[in-house]
Structures are given as C-alpha cells and as structure tokens.
C-alpha cells in the first residue's frame, strides 16, 4: 500500500479473492436451504403421526383391534382436536394442503398399544 490508497493489484487480488469465496459458498448453502425444507417437512409428518398414536391409543383402540386397516387422514385429527389449522388449512412446504394425507393405525398386541404410519 502506498500513502494514497490502495494499489490496482491489491484491489484486483481482493476482488478474486471474494470470487472464489463465493463459487464456494453459494452451491454449499442452496443444497442447505433444499435439505432444510426436507427435513421440515419429515418433522411435520412425525408431528401427525405422533398425534395419530394418540388418538388412536386413547379414542378408537378397540376399534383398530378388530380392524386390520384402519385409516384417517389429518383432517379427521383436526375433527378429533388432535391437531389444529392455521388459516384454515395445513400447508407443506411446497404450499401443497396436508389435510388429506392419509395415516394407518396399527395395534401391535405385544405392546397393547396403536402406533401409526403414513399411508399411501
């Protein structure tokens, strides 16, 4: 650095320098962004689904006993007060509606209990 300031070389070194930070960067924080909603999206299932076992150990047990495929979506959760709207709909990721996603309930006789699973 001379007493005036910065010298071409030294401006063009730092400008490169900052190039090939980003080149790095940049692919490396878009495939985080894309995992992240993923994994939203799981989070939001297993919330469901831990609300589905819920409702089916506490509300319809006997009946998932004597049936070998009993199946509610999350709309009948929502009915049962087992999740809850917001603005009148479940929304994925993608802004696509949850409510119809369907969930098998499932009784499991060594445990006496109901747990559940998402059905396609």
């Keep these: 650095m ?12 730092l400008i490169i320098g900052l190039g ?35 409702y089916g150990n506490n509300v319809v047990k006997e009946e ?9 979506t999350i709309n009948d959760l929502v009915e049962a007060g087992y999740a809850s709207l917001l603005n009148g709909d479940i929304k994925d990721v993608n802004g696509n509606s949850m409510l119809n996603i369907k969930i098998k309930l499932i009784y499991d ?8 699973e998402i059905f396609d």
């Design 64 to 72: 998932i006993k004597e049936s070998d495929n009993y199946i509610i």
């Design 20 to 54: 090939v930070v980003t080149l790095i960067t940049l692919p490396k924080l878009s495939t985080a962004f894309y995992n992240n909603n993923e994994e939203l999206y799981q989070e939001s299932l297993n919330v469901f689904l831990n609300n589905a076992t819920l």
């Design 109 to 116: 006789e060594s445990k006496d209990s109901v747990y559940a």
């Design 2 to 13: 001379n007493k005036n300031g910065y010298t071409l070389i030294e401006l063009l070194v």
